[in-house]
């Protein structure tokens, strides 16, 4: 989803212009924006596509973004913008239209009685529904009952694919965000802490920097020294899936103002639990169409045959002095 700066500081997918720019997190965060972007991959209009699903919130404005990509990956979204201002007349429900290669689809949501808790994104009682060819294509929310009541449409026979999903967080020095790691998964709690420690053997008995990761409280990296390897990767395991950490703080220790740190999460199945499973099951998940995989298994859910997850987490990290 491509978002660029308005000179009142309202990101464009809220704006009424349709130019757009790369989404530099520089350009989306310059005026305290929190953004929180899930691209799901669905069949809309005859064709396998992308959505992206965007919760922007700032000073002025609270709004929500649904586009549509366009077939073969071309750079032009179909784009339904939702602007929930914080005053008394703002839509908290309502449905919205627009053309797919001349298919109608429509946007439905109901945010009356979304709690927020402070957050961008609500975490419940409220739904977000796309509708095409009389099928709820994608359904995001824990008011499914109420979605199907209203649009009156019935659930799609292929599952939306959570493919990637990208937070921009502020903090000091600690970071928190919840993630599931595949979409019929369970919430998974990432803490991310940056410590100075006083070291002898710095030069000068100066701070010796190092960085903890948790998940659901559990420590899962350490690193220290990280003056010298602010740059990385750990494997790391949550159940029985593998999860391989990328990280970036280059920004956080060289760079003077407000900077981000880079982090990713990349879900793979473990050596062992791939070979717990049998080759006839991997291969059905490779060779059959999406269409027919609604009946996977919820352990390999969202997992391709070589074991890698369809889904990527990038954590965007600013650091506020």
Same mark, same amino acid.
């Given at each position: 989803m491509n978002m660029?700066?308005?000179? =009142?500081?309202?990101?464009a997918?809220?704006?009424?212009g349709?130019?757009?720019?790369?989404?530099?997190p520089a350009?989306?965060?310059?005026?305290g924006?929190?953004v929180? =972007?899930?691209?799901?991959?669905? !069949?809309?209009?005859d064709?396998?596509r992308?959505?992206?699903?965007?919760?922007c919130?700032?000073l002025?404005?609270?709004?929500l973004?649904?586009?549509v990509e366009s077939?073969?990956?071309?750079t032009?979204?179909?784009?339904?913008?939702?602007?929930? !201002?914080?005053?008394?007349?703002?839509?908290?429900?309502?449905?919205?239209?627009?053309?797919v290669?001349?298919?109608?689809?429509?946007?439905?949501?109901?945010? !009356?009685a979304? !709690?927020?808790?402070?957050?961008?994104?609500?975490?419940?009682?409220?739904?977000?529904?796309?509708?095409?060819?009389e099928?709820?294509?994608?359904?995001?929310?824990d008011?499914?009952?109420?979605?199907?009541?209203?649009?009156?449409?019935r659930p799609?026979?292929?599952?939306? =694919?959570?493919?990637?999903?990208?937070?921009? =967080?502020?903090?000091?020095?600690k970071?928190f965000?919840?993630?599931?790691?595949?979409?019929?998964?369970?919430?998974?709690?990432?803490?991310?802490e940056?410590?100075?420690?006083?070291s002898?053997k710095?030069?000068?008995?100066g701070?010796?920097?190092?960085?903890?990761?948790?998940?659901?409280g559990?420590?899962v990296?350490?690193?220290k020294?990280l003056?010298?390897?602010?740059?990385?990767n750990?494997?790391?395991?949550?159940?029985?899936?593998?999860?391989?950490?990328?990280w970036?703080?280059?920004?956080?220790?060289f760079?003077p103002?407000?900077r981000?740190?880079l982090?990713?999460f990349k879900?793979?199945?473990?050596?062992?639990?791939?070979?717990s499973?049998?080759?006839?099951?991997?291969l059905?998940?490779?060779?059959?169409?999406?269409?027919?995989?609604?009946?996977?298994s919820?352990?390999?859910e969202?997992f391709?045959?070589s074991?890698?997850?369809?889904?990527c987490l990038?954590?965007y990290?600013?650091?506020?002095?």
């Amino acid at each position: 989803m491509n978002m660029m700066q308005d000179p =009142i500081g309202i990101p464009a997918c809220f704006s009424s212009g349709e130019k757009s720019t790369t989404d530099d997190p520089a350009t989306v965060t310059r005026s305290g924006q929190s953004v929180f =972007i899930s691209v799901y991959l669905t !069949k809309i209009a005859d064709h396998r596509r992308l959505i992206t699903i965007t919760w922007c919130k700032n000073l002025l404005l609270h709004g929500l973004s649904v586009s549509v990509e366009s077939p073969d990956g071309e750079t032009h979204f179909y784009t339904c913008k939702v602007e929930l !201002k914080p005053w008394y007349f703002w839509r908290k429900q309502g449905s919205k239209r627009f053309f797919v290669d001349d298919k109608p689809v429509d946007i439905f949501w109901d945010l !009356k009685a979304a !709690k927020f808790n402070g957050e961008t994104e609500p975490s419940s009682e409220y739904y977000v529904a796309v509708v095409c060819d009389e099928e709820v294509v994608l359904l995001i929310g824990d008011l499914k009952k109420d979605a199907y009541r209203k649009t009156r449409c019935r659930p799609a026979l292929i599952d939306p =694919i959570l493919m990637s999903r990208r937070e921009h =967080i502020f903090g000091k020095k600690k970071f928190f965000t919840k993630v599931k790691f595949h979409e019929k998964g369970r919430f998974h709690e990432i803490s991310i802490e940056c410590k100075n420690r006083n070291s002898s053997k710095v030069k000068g008995g100066g701070v010796d920097p190092e960085m903890e990761i948790r998940v659901d409280g559990h420590l899962v990296i350490h690193v220290k020294h990280l003056q010298w390897k602010f740059r990385g990767n750990e494997s790391i395991h949550v159940n029985k899936v593998r999860i391989e950490v990328y990280w970036d703080v280059h920004d956080w220790l060289f760079c003077p103002g407000l900077r981000h740190a880079l982090f990713i999460f990349k879900p793979t199945l473990s050596s062992t639990y791939l070979s717990s499973k049998s080759s006839s099951s991997l291969l059905w998940l490779t060779s059959t169409p999406l269409s027919s995989q609604t009946g996977s298994s919820e352990s390999l859910e969202g997992f391709n045959g070589s074991g890698s997850s369809e889904f990527c987490l990038f954590l965007y990290a600013w650091r506020v002095e």
